[in-house]
């Protein structure tokens, strides 16, 4: 790794710049929707380095241009801003969250310190830039989703946008690594609600009464037969309930249960079909137990599909960075949603995972977990694929 860009990422102190940037927004977490301290002090970083940009974006997200060579193309580049309700459980990272109950756990705080680091390259070279660079800061990933919002509030126009790249962090590679996966990536999801009706009755006498716990266990157990025996082997699928509430005391049939989850599909064909037969199982079972449900889905997050020309050129820039063997090919599609999808959906994009475990570190690294620490030299590895993959975009 002692290639111009990573010699000229050290010089200008620009990985120093990330790296305080990383554990600064590591300490200070923000939730979905409520990113305004995390907004605010990248603002102030932007503000130093003379980066102008516009805040107020899908309510929380911030969008800074940098402009270079106006004839040519614009290139975006997204990272995602919040972190998750988890209490940490790093006793003796320096950097720990002093937020009681929330932390960067699925490594959104090193996406952040990414674009900062990467902004201040190009705004380092805006004089010879072939191009324009977009610094989309994005807000609610983990919750309501910012993406969306960010292109209808037009982060994608005035200039208009040619392509975006985007990463994240992937504690299964070691630093020093990226993975890259041509067209499908990620899944689509809906939310689940479903409400189960019965009739109450003493315990002792359950012929009484219709047992909306009973109803509410037979759905689960159909449903995955959903999943085992209505979904191809060569399809992938997931039905996931993560609560279930129901019951009033221990001696009483409960006359109502309620059960929140997700599904998630690699294509729209199967999401249509997973509610179609989950509506159906429902409705089946708690008629024939003398009951009755309803169904509602929240459609979430499409499926991510990468432009395969894109995924091509981030290959070949981090090929150069880091050598051809650092470059992984990931084959399975991951059954994770990504709401980068949106981006996807509307420009040519890549999006692709940025190694971030110590060679050394054999701890459990996986996300969402409230050990997660991923390891900052893989900050100026993401900072120099993204600067390079955006200039070779530029110079074609």
């Known amino acids: 790794m002692e290639s111009a860009i990573f010699n000229e990422i050290k010089n200008l102190g620009i990985d120093a710049l990330a790296v305080e940037a990383r554990h600064h927004i590591h300490q200070n977490p923000d939730l979905s929707e409520h990113e305004e301290n995390t907004r605010d002090y990248i603002a102030g970083k932007l503000t130093e380095l003379g980066i102008p940009y516009e805040t107020g974006v899908a309510d929380t997200g911030l969008v800074a241009v940098i402009t270079g060579n106006t004839e040519g193309p614009v290139i975006a580049i997204r990272a995602d801003m919040d972190a998750l309700p988890i209490q940490e459980e790093n006793p003796d990272l320096a950097c720990r969250s002093r937020k009681e109950g929330v932390m960067h756990a699925c490594g959104h705080d090193v996406h952040t310190a990414v674009l900062l680091g990467a902004g201040a390259y190009f705004q380092s ?56 996966k041509y067209g499908k990536m990620y899944a689509c999801s809906d939310e689940v609600n479903v409400d189960i009706y019965g ?30 025996r209505n979904i191809a082997p060569t399809d992938s699928a997931v039905c996931t309930f993560g609560t279930i ?19 998630r599909a ?45 995924v091509d050129l981030v290959r070949t820039a981090a090929a150069e960075l880091l050598g051809e063997e650092s470059v992984i090919q990931e084959s399975t599609p991951q059954l994770t949603v990504e709401d980068f999808a949106y981006f996807a959906a509307a420009r040519p994009a890549c999006f692709w995972h940025l190694g971030c475990t110590a060679p050394e570190d054999d701890s459990l ?32």
């Open 125 to 180: 070279i805006r004089e010879t830039l072939p191009g324009t660079v977009k610094l989309l800061f994005q807000p609610a990933e983990e919750s309501i989703g910012g993406a969306q919002r960010m292109i209808d509030d037009g982060c994608l126009e005035n200039p208009h946008v040619d392509a975006v790249l985007g990463l994240h962090v992937e504690p299964s590679l070691p630093v020093g690594s990226i993975g890259i």
């Open 199 to 228: 009739t109450s009755s003493h315990g002792a006498r359950p012929d009484l009464g219709n047992d909306a716990i009973y109803m509410a266990a037979t759905i689960i157990q159909n449903i995955q037969a959903i999943i085992s």
């Open 245 to 263: 509430h129901g019951g009033n005391v221990r001696n009483q049939i409960a006359d109502h249960v309620q059960l929140t989850g997700m599904i």
């Open 266 to 310: 690699m294509d729209e064909t199967t999401r249509e079909f997973l509610r179609d037969r989950i509506t159906t199982v429902c409705d089946s079972v708690t008629s024939t137990l003398g009951g009755s449900a309803a169904v509602h889905f929240r459609p979430s997050y499409s499926p991510l599909i990468n432009n395969d020309s894109m």
């Open 365 to 396: 690294q996986v996300l969402h977990n409230s050990g997660f620490h991923p390891d900052d030299a893989c900050i100026p590895i993401g900072i120099a694929v993204q600067v390079q993959s955006a200039l070779k975009l530029m110079e074609q």
